[in-house]
């Protein structure tokens, strides 16, 4: 099931007849109502409270609960009980411990990236033929024939690095000018694209770990992605290959008329852009709408939701981990 995304400011969620409901003082009627059992996920923008029966109920199911600020960063998860997966942890603190391995799955997680990164510039470029795109495209295939080469985690990341600035290179020429996107740029986001690159990240991240964590696996124990306190290295790593989808949203956003820059508008230096609640609003609802495609996924060769393939791919990882067997098998995006 898709998350309940609350941007409401001042809403208040609270439990009913084992319905969850969201309040407003200012309105007589719920702005919704949604059977308990139906509700997977939570995300919370800025100042939204929950009452304790509804964090209660939402901990009794294993429903997880995302807090961003009001302009979509990060904050913290409010989850359940930790699933009882104790071998296949071992077994992932124990591959951390294995270079090959580790290098193995890093290389795989870049090159389904790459080839990702790859699909969606030439299919954007079939009619407009942009020199500078057909140069990126280029560049990452030379990128991905190079990754075989790779013999240390520190010089794989290098190449990712290197081939994911010519796909944003590539990437800004399909972007009309009035939008003011040079290149990828973040903490804070200087231009209105990068602030939906940014927010879209996020809110795939979120489901990213979540799966992770769905099948067993340590989020922050991650292989591409260096572990580090608070960081949830594995989530950031299934998310990889993944990024394009993001960013092929934000792009039929901004040049489809879902937003246009009349949504964004100046904010302090911490945060010189702003996209405004109806920006929100509409980008939260195309990501939704784009998650919601169905794909063969390449392992069950079964027509899978977007979002489901994000969770078979957190399998894949888990039983890569317990097998011992690195690499990766791309969704081989098209």
């Known amino acids: 099931?898709?998350?309940?995304?609350?941007?409401?400011?001042?809403?208040?969620?609270?439990?009913?007849?084992?319905?969850?409901?969201?309040?407003?003082?200012?309105?007589?009627?719920?702005?919704?109502?949604?059977?308990?059992?139906?509700?997977?996920?939570?995300?919370?923008?800025?100042?939204?409270?929950?009452?304790?029966?509804?964090?209660?109920?939402?901990?009794?199911?294993?429903?997880?609960?995302?807090?961003?600020?009001?302009?979509?960063?990060?904050?913290?998860?409010?989850?359940?009980?930790?699933?009882?997966?104790?071998?296949?942890?071992?077994?992932?603190?124990?591959?951390?411990?294995?270079?090959?391995?580790?290098?193995?799955?890093?290389?795989?997680?870049?090159?389904?990236?790459?080839?990702?990164?790859?699909?969606?510039?030439?299919?954007?470029?079939?009619?407009?033929?942009?020199?500078?795109?057909?140069?990126?495209?280029?560049?990452?295939?030379?990128?991905?024939?190079?990754?075989?080469?790779?013999?240390?985690?520190?010089?794989?990341?290098?190449?990712?690095?290197?081939?994911?600035?010519a796909y944003f290179r590539g990437l800004r020429r399909f972007f009309d000018p009035q939008w003011n996107f040079s290149d990828r740029n973040r903490r804070p986001p200087a231009d209105p694209v990068n602030v939906l690159l940014s927010f879209g990240y996020t809110l795939l991240a979120q489901i990213a770990s979540a799966a992770v964590q769905s099948v067993g696996l340590d989020p922050y124990a991650g292989f591409l992605h260096e572990v580090a306190y608070n960081r949830p290295a594995l989530g950031l790593d299934l998310l990889e290959e993944f990024r394009p989808v993001v960013d092929g949203v934000v792009l039929w956003c901004c040049r489809g008329g879902q937003l246009t820059p009349a949504n964004f508008s100046p904010g302090p230096p911490e945060r010189p852009v702003v996209l405004n609640e109806e920006g929100v609003r509409r980008f939260i609802q195309a990501f939704e709408q784009r998650l919601e495609m169905r794909f063969t996924h390449p392992l069950r060769g079964e027509q899978l939701s977007l979002r489901q393939c994000v969770l078979e791919q957190a399998r894949q990882a888990a039983g890569r981990i317990t097998r011992g067997e690195a690499g990766w098998t791309g969704m081989g995006f098209r």
């Open 1 to 165: 099931m898709p998350p309940l995304y609350v941007t409401r400011q001042n809403a208040k969620l609270r439990v009913r007849n084992r319905r969850l409901e969201v309040e407003h003082e200012d309105e007589p009627d719920p702005l919704a109502s949604l059977p308990l059992s139906q509700v997977e996920q939570v995300v919370l923008f800025g100042n939204v409270g929950l009452t304790t029966p509804a964090i209660d109920a939402l901990l009794e199911q294993g429903s997880e609960v995302i807090f961003l600020t009001r302009r979509g960063d990060y904050r913290g998860r409010l989850v359940g009980a930790i699933t009882p997966h104790v071998p296949l942890r071992k077994a992932q603190y124990r591959r951390l411990d294995e270079p090959g391995f580790v290098l193995g799955m890093a290389a795989g997680f870049v090159r389904a990236k790459l080839a990702h990164q790859r699909a969606l510039l030439q299919r954007h470029n079939r009619e407009a033929a942009h020199p500078e795109v057909s140069e990126s495209i280029e560049q990452i295939s030379t990128a991905i024939a190079a990754l075989e080469r790779k013999t240390a985690l520190s010089s794989l990341r290098g190449l990712e690095g290197s081939a994911t600035a």
